[in-house]
């Protein structure tokens, strides 16, 4: 069987075609020119542009600064009253010696006869609260001093639970349950188990 020129011809077009078709396949990808496009426009007004958006930026940098260091500021100085304590028990123990502080000054000195250690829970984002729970015996007058003088502490503390029963009539005295909670830094806040099983 003679081929004609005509199936010849059409035979190295299939040869050259598959050879061309395996290149483009088998081709590394990267080995490609890469097209590099040039920007749109004038690229000194471009530059000049970008240039003036920089400064604009730049310009503010000094008032932002500004206000970054008075809040700094603020917030240091709200903070000093922080309960600083390493520990949960030591942030409750330091509320225990700012109560008997207060209610020692009282004439004649107030007794604490029971104190309870509350726990320790988050207070918003950043800070935590500790509780202590006391309970005394005490004029009226005094409870009303000893009240005023915890809300004048430099700690963060203020009464967060306060339970009054007559105590002794003819003294005229009340047994008092007093509730005081500080602010601690969240560190001391107890974490939660995250799978919600019980944590050891």
């Not at 349950?177 to 099983?197: D, F, Q």
Request: overall charge positive.
């Amino acid at each position: 069987m003679t081929l004609q020129s005509r199936d010849r011809r059409a035979l190295a077009l299939l040869g050259v075609s598959a050879l061309l078709t395996l290149a483009y396949q088998y081709w590394p990808a990267g080995a490609g020119p890469v097209a590099i496009v040039a920007p749109a426009g004038d690229p000194v007004a471009l530059a000049e542009k970008r240039l003036a958006r920089l400064r604009e930026t730049a310009a503010t940098v000094p008032a932002k600064e500004d206000i970054f260091k008075k809040v700094s500021a603020d917030l240091a100085a709200r903070e000093k009253g922080l309960i600083a304590a390493g520990t949960a028990a030591q942030a409750q123990a330091q509320l225990i010696q700012i109560i008997r502080r207060v209610v020692s000054g009282e004439t004649p000195p107030v007794e604490i006869r029971a104190t309870e250690l509350g726990g320790v829970r988050a207070l918003g984002d950043a800070y935590g609260e500790a509780a202590v729970s006391v309970q005394i015996d005490c004029h009226s007058d005094q409870l009303v001093n000893i009240l005023a003088a915890l809300g004048s502490q430099p700690e963060l503390v203020s009464t967060s639970d306060l339970r009054v029963a007559s105590s002794n009539a003819k003294e005229k005295t009340v047994g008092v349950r007093l509730t005081v909670s500080g602010v601690v830094p969240r560190r001391l806040v107890p974490e939660k188990p995250k799978n919600g099983g019980v944590r050891f």
